[in-house]
């Protein structure tokens, strides 16, 4: 109890600061409402990353959930992505509204509140926000457009896509399993006897009907010689 009072006053007295500041610098530091040249920043920001940002999804009624039942495994897949994806946008969005209130105003100032400001002001990823595996030194603005290019790029459903990128999904490992499931479903195979086979197309080869592509690739780390001799002549780049 006594920690979280001595951090209320560690950020109350943050929010004075900016205050002052802006008195002592005069007009220019504040709006002509009186705000603190803290929160035009912050406002200026969220404002920048809703626009981003890809408007709150509707949701999803009970005959796309009925129809969901009878989708393979790959269209399932997909349809968790986006309800992963889109359940992210609806809390980033909403936190960042409520911040915005905040900034105008129009809202008080509350723990969750304090703590979102905080993450936006030094450029962290706020915890809750934490739903896929991001690089821990990523900035948070960085972190906004990475949100934005995944969701634009999430496929469709059906029918389920011949190519897709592998690194923008929230849960790649899942897409994998899928496509494992799909094939021994359609040739009556047991997923265990199974085994995952990648081929490198070479330039104007096209794929086969029945085979998935993942399109701009590249490896961290060392990769070894074969991955070596197959990535600079075929130019294989941008997977992550």
Same mark, same amino acid.
């Given at each position: 109890?006594? *920690?979280?009072?001595?951090?209320? %006053? =560690?950020?109350?007295? $943050?929010?004075?600061?900016? %205050?002052?500041? !802006?008195?002592?610098?005069?007009?220019?530091?504040? @709006?002509?409402?009186?705000?603190?040249?803290?929160? /035009?920043?912050?406002? !200026?920001?969220?404002?920048?990353?809703? %626009?981003?940002?890809?408007? !709150?999804?509707?949701?999803?009624? &009970?005959?796309?959930? $009925?129809?969901? *039942?009878?989708?393979?495994?790959?269209? =399932?897949?997909? +349809?968790?992505?986006?309800?992963?994806?889109?359940?992210?946008?609806?809390?980033?969005?909403?936190?960042?509204?409520?911040?915005?209130?905040?900034?105008?105003?129009?809202? &008080?100032? @509350?723990?969750? +509140? =304090?703590?979102?400001?905080?993450?936006?002001? &030094?450029? +962290?990823?706020?915890?809750?926000?934490?739903?896929?595996?991001?690089?821990?030194?990523?900035?948070?603005?960085?972190?906004?457009?990475?949100?934005?290019?995944?969701? @634009?790029?999430?496929?469709?459903?059906?029918?389920?896509?011949? #190519?897709?990128?592998?690194?923008?999904?929230?849960?790649?490992?899942?897409?994998? +399993?899928?496509?494992? %499931?799909?094939?021994?479903?359609?040739?009556?195979? #047991?997923?265990?006897?199974?085994? /995952?086979?990648?081929?490198?197309?070479?330039?104007?080869?096209?794929?086969?009907?029945?085979? *998935?592509?993942? #399109?701009?690739?590249?490896?961290?780390?060392?990769?070894? $010689?074969?991955?070596a001799s197959l990535l600079v002549p075929l130019n294989i780049l941008d997977l992550c």
């Amino acid at each position: 109890m006594l *920690k979280r009072l001595l951090k209320m %006053q =560690r950020v109350d007295t $943050e929010e004075e600061m900016p %205050q002052a500041a !802006a008195t002592e610098g005069g007009e220019g530091a504040s @709006s002509l409402a009186g705000r603190p040249a803290w929160a /035009l920043a912050v406002l !200026a920001t969220t404002q920048n990353w809703l %626009q981003l940002l890809p408007q !709150a999804s509707p949701g999803t009624d &009970k005959k796309e959930k $009925e129809k969901e *039942k009878e989708e393979g495994p790959i269209e =399932r897949c997909i +349809t968790r992505e986006h309800e992963v994806g889109w359940g992210l946008i609806n809390v980033v969005r909403r936190d960042l509204c409520l911040v915005q209130q905040v900034c105008n105003a129009e809202q &008080k100032h @509350s723990n969750h +509140t =304090r703590s979102l400001v905080e993450c936006i002001t &030094k450029g +962290t990823l706020p915890r809750h926000w934490r739903r896929y595996v991001a690089p821990p030194s990523q900035p948070l603005n960085l972190w906004i457009v990475d949100l934005a290019r995944r969701m @634009s790029t999430l496929p469709n459903p059906s029918p389920p896509p011949s #190519s897709i990128w592998l690194g923008g999904f929230f849960n790649p490992n899942a897409f994998i +399993t899928a496509t494992r %499931q799909a094939a021994a479903r359609v040739n009556g195979w #047991s997923v265990e006897n199974m085994e /995952l086979i990648v081929h490198v197309l070479s330039p104007g080869e096209e794929l086969a009907t029945s085979d *998935k592509s993942i #399109s701009s690739f590249v490896v961290r780390g060392k990769p070894n $010689e074969l991955f070596a001799s197959l990535l600079v002549p075929l130019n294989i780049l941008d997977l992550c």
